[in-house]
């Protein structure tokens, strides 16, 4: 049994192998965690479809390890090999936090004079925060 974590959730597996940074996961199991399907052509996910790397696929199996790293994503273990994160790549991370709008709250500056978010839309904002627990 193995343990991988993603940012969808934790997920109980049965690796077929690991080792040498390889993690061999049946497909139902490799779909279960990464939310693509396998197919001939490869893992898709919707239209998208992202052929594997030679020798990534041995019958029903998929070195899921080796697919996430073909998305530009990071892939970390233990040494044991029962634990493995599938990390969300820069790429990804990015385009997300580009998209994020922060809600609109009215604070005031030090003069006391308030403002709203929403009248700087568009403009680069720098809002720090603290607490003093």
Do not use: I, Q, Y
């Amino acid at each position: 049994m193995a343990t991988v974590l993603t940012e969808t959730g934790d997920f109980s597996v049965t690796a077929r192998a690991t080792g040498s940074g390889a993690l061999w996961l049946d497909t139902t199991d490799a779909e279960r965690v990464t939310g693509w399907t396998s197919k001939p052509e490869g893992m898709c996910r919707d239209d998208v479809c992202v052929p594997l790397p030679a020798g990534a696929v041995r019958g029903d199996a998929v070195d899921v390890a080796a697919f996430w790293r073909r998305l530009d994503n990071p892939v970390l273990s233990d040494d044991a090999g029962d634990v493995w994160v599938l990390g969300t790549g820069a790429a990804a991370r990015t385009r997300a936090l580009a998209g994020l709008e922060a809600p609109d709250v009215t604070l005031p500056d030090l003069a006391g004079t308030p403002h709203r978010l929403s009248t700087l839309r568009g403009k680069k904002v720098f809002l720090a925060t603290w607490a003093s627990w």
